[in-house]
């Protein structure tokens, strides 16, 4: 499940050169997805700032709340958001 994961990260990724808006949705879905492992979500809200900062606010925020994600990860979510 984690490689498919990756891969959606890579994709998004991809995506961000030629298309800021899509990769913006695909970043959003991972970060939010609870499905996706805690680091890849993290990585996803990390990426989304640099090309949708009010949108990487939500998905912080949602990563943050989830008590399902490690602690280390949730607080890395937190001072994100401050």
């Known amino acids: 499940m984690h490689e498919d994961n ?6 998004a990724e991809q995506l961000a050169e030629h298309n800021p808006h899509t990769a913006a949705e695909a970043f959003s879905a991972i970060a939010c997805d609870p499905e996706a492992g ?4 993290l990585s996803a809200a990390e990426q989304l700032a640099a090309v949708d900062p009010q949108a990487a606010v939500n998905a912080f925020s949602a990563i943050a709340r989830d008590e399902e994600v490690g602690d280390e990860v949730r607080l890395s979510a937190a001072e994100q958001l401050a």
């Open 6 to 11: 990756d891969g959606r990260l890579d994709a």
């Open 38 to 41: 805690d680091e890849v979500r």
